[in-house]
């Protein structure tokens, strides 16, 4: 083979083993970075936590998987919840439910 073609022959092989590394290094930076959570989720992250300061894991969940978006941002926003808008009663109704269930653990932390 003379020079040029050898050249032209080497940049044949290394032109696919070029974009395989560039397709590996983009989709290994997209799987890095996540996307952000939603508003919804983040909110939901935030009162899991405070919930599972003062209850047992599975009264934590209990109360995330019964509670209505409506009281999930009043639990965000306060620890004093309106007794006007309904989301004191809804919470003492989901306390009741949740730490008194026979499936639900009874005990706090």
């Known amino acids: 083979m ?3 073609v050898a050249r032209s022959a080497r940049r044949a092989r290394l032109a696919p083993a070029v974009a395989a590394a560039a397709l590996f290094v983009t989709l290994a930076a997209g799987a890095c970075s996540g996307s952000e959570p939603t ?3 983040a909110r939901r992250d935030r009162v899991e936590a405070r919930l599972r300061t003062s209850f047992s894991d599975a009264q934590a969940r209990c109360i995330l998987d019964r509670a209505q978006p409506d009281l999930l941002r009043a639990l965000d926003r306060t620890a004093a919840l309106d ?3 309904g989301d004191l009663a809804e919470w003492s ?4 439910a949740c730490v008194t269930e026979p499936d639900v653990t009874t005990t706090t932390r």
């Open 83 to 85: 007794p006007k808008a």
């Open 93 to 96: 109704d989901l306390l009741v």
């Open 39 to 41: 508003p919804a989720e």
């Open 2 to 4: 003379s020079p040029p």
